[in-house]
């Protein structure tokens, strides 16, 4: 029998390897971003096409290569950041493992122009599918210009996987986002089909995250600073009224290097007990730097988690000094009462002659017992449905009783169903049933058999639910025009994001269109939610798009509509009156799953006079 195990050619062995090293566009952009600062660059541009599948060129005005090693660092394995294996312990440049040229020149066409400072003429290389096709001297200026040229065009299946153009857009804004955050000190651009995303100069570290992120967040951020013999710690942290619900603005870099991990994470939001509401997290920007013998970073390809000596130190450091910058820099306002400026110094008392008693005025004919005019309405979202006092029994009512806990679509658990069959009888109109409502946050309903209570939220979000999901399949949505268009300006991240469910966010009512850069202008809402605040109302749902997308990869529509439904709905401790609440009863046994809320809990619950009896017989 012949031998059958043999060595793999190059080129295969580097397409298998690109795997690891390039994903999607994004990985190649930040590799190759990261060699520009390796190579000393304090001013980098980055140029896309087509998000990054057409084309990626990185310029610098680093330190250039020679003819050889400009041929060099295409092979596997070849780099200048180390030369034996203590040195994986004394690492501070961004890349080490000679990988990611390789990788890149394996999958795409390449075209590499480089010229170190002293050198008169440059080098230029043309490779395609890790093959030089020709190698020569030209005319360039100082510095590296690479281009990468149709990203995956040998290996279809792998392009194939690719997303959407906003989609990858939005990746390669989050590797540039890191970079760029890490680096502050150096000059960034970023164009995309010929339009500039992103004009960074050199400045502080407060300032780029201001020039990244907003300029909203400028007074949102409150510094931290340590110095231990462990580590240095310094960046800042967000308020924390500012907390968002998705985790998308924590950023942790350790010597300057973007990593992930959970359990730094976890310190910071220790730090934050008892000042965050539920289910949010606040914004950080923190660099640890550490001696490198201390750390470990080669434990994975993407070089985004590092395992350390003495963790739990690391630990309590950050948890500390995070704790004492929110304290240190008033976080909850103190009153002096030992200020020369008090109010009593501010009051000048006047002379008792000008003193002028009040008077009242009072309407002679009020009487607090007459019956008052409704106004129009008091709760928003429930005014188009109409008066429906007298109207018909909603076609789901045979449903109200067969309370059942049943699977949701976004719950993995399964729950065992339960019916309650009830007579005809029991089902009452609007006109005439007896509501009640407990804490402003529970309708309550006498019904026959006994009562049943209602969570008013849950019941709003699934009407809510359910009537945009209907908009989204039919296109139907309704807007209310403004009176006055307002400009809303995005984060760049939050923008591509925006462009990419356009269609979808029109169709639910929502007038958009573009308005230059990273801005668009709203000009209608959906016309159940005229009273929201355009800003706040789309800062909320691509949040809860975003949140949504994380934790339960919803389809896109369904997201959608979800994430409008719970930032629209009503919330407990609105309170509501007779009329609404009826009218929200109607709606909710309208629907195809009046029973179930979104997060696949109960919406009703159901209390028979036998249960009541049987509690007091017991007691």
């Known amino acids: 029998m012949p031998d059958i195990i043999q060595l793999l050619p190059d080129a295969v062995a580097n397409q298998i390897a690109a795997g690891e090293v390039v994903q999607r566009p994004a990985s190649a952009v930040k590799e190759l971003i990261e060699n520009a600062i390796d190579a000393g660059a304090d001013k980098i541009q980055l140029i896309l096409k087509d998000a990054g599948k057409s084309l990626i060129q990185v310029i610098d005005n680093g330190c250039g290569m020679s003819l050889t090693d400009a041929r060099m660092a295409f092979e596997r394995h070849a780099t200048s950041k180390i030369k034996k294996a203590d ?17 890149i020149a394996a999958i795409a066409q390449v075209e590499l122009r480089t010229r170190r ?34 990203l995956f065009f040998n290996t279809p299946a792998r392009r194939n996987f690719l997303k959407s153009n ?28 010929g339009q500039e995303v992103y004009h960074l100069p050199a400045t502080t570290l407060k300032q780029r995250i201001v020039h990244l992120l907003g300029n909203n967040y400028n007074q949102r951020l409150v510094p931290v600073e340590e110095d231990t013999t462990i580590i240095k710690l310094h960046g800042f942290v967000g308020k924390p009224e500012f907390a968002r619900k998705t985790r998308g603005e924590q950023f942790f870099f350790v010597n300057n290097r973007f990593i992930k991990d959970a359990y730094l ?21 923190l660099f640890i730097d550490i001696d490198p013998s201390k750390i470990d970073i080669n434990v994975h390809p993407t070089k985004t988690e590092i395992k350390y ?39 000048t008392p006047k002379p008792f002659e000008e003193i002028v008693a009040p008077t009242i005025a009072f309407n002679p004919d009020f009487n607090p017992f007459a019956a008052e005019k409704k106004a129009d309405r008091e709760i928003p979202f429930l005014r188009n449905a109409g008066d429906r006092r007298d109207s018909p029994i909603p076609k789901n009512w045979d449903t109200l009783y067969e309370i059942s806990k049943r699977e949701s679509p976004v719950q993995h658990e399964m729950h065992q169903e339960r019916n309650i069959a009830v007579d005809e009888q029991e089902i009452t109109k609007s006109s005439e049933r007896q509501l009640f409502q407990i804490h402003n946050r529970f309708i309550l309903s006498q019904i026959k058999s006994g009562f049943m209570l209602i969570s008013q939220q849950a019941a709003h979000e699934r009407v809510l639910y359910e009537r945009f999901l209907q908009q989204l399949q039919t296109h139907s949505g309704v807007s209310q025009q403004s009176l006055f268009p307002q400009s809303v300006t995005l984060n760049s991240a939050d923008f591509e994001l925006l462009r990419e469910l356009l269609p979808d966010v029109r169709a639910l009512g929502f007038d958009i269109r573009e308005f230059g850069k990273n801005t668009i202008v709203v000009e209608g809402i959906p016309a159940d939610l005229n009273n929201v605040g355009e800003e706040q109302l789309l800062e909320q749902l691509l949040e809860g798009f975003k949140n949504n997308l994380a934790i339960l990869r919803l389809d896109k ?51 028979t006079l036998t249960e009541l009896l049987e509690r007091f017989e017991k007691s």
Request: aromatic share 8%; hydrophobic share 45%; net charge negative.
């Open 166 to 193: 906003p989609v990858e857009m939005r990746h390669i804004i989050d590797d540039f986002q890191r970079v760029a955050l890490a680096n502050p000190g150096i000059f960034f651009t970023m164009h995309h089909d």
């Open 309 to 347: 000596q003495d963790e739990k130190a690391i630990y309590a450091i950050i948890r500390s000094a995070v704790k004492r910058s929110l304290g240190r820099y008033n976080i909850t306002p103190s009153l002096d009462f030992d200020q020369e400026n008090s109010i009593e110094h501010l009051i």
């Open 265 to 285: 994470n976890h310190a910071v939001l220790t730090a934050f007990a008892e000042l965050l509401p539920d289910e949010t997290y606040p914004l950080y920007v």
């Open 557 to 607: 529509r369904d997201n959608l509509a979800r994430s409008l439904a719970r930032n629209a709905a009503i919330k407990a401790g609105t309170r509501m009156s007779l009329e609404e609440m009826n009218l929200l009863i109607d709606q909710l046994f309208a629907c195809q799953m009046p029973n179930v809320a979104l997060n696949g809990k109960p919406v009703i619950s159901t209390f």
């Open 117 to 150: 400072h002293e050198d008169e003429l440059g080098t230029c290389i043309f490779i395609e599918g890790s093959e030089v096709l020709s190698q020569e001297a030209c005319s360039v200026g100082t510095g590296t210009s690479i281009m990468v040229k149709n």
């Open 87 to 103: 040195d994986l312990f004394a690492i501070r440049t961004m890349g080490f493992r000679g990988e990611a040229m390789a990788s």
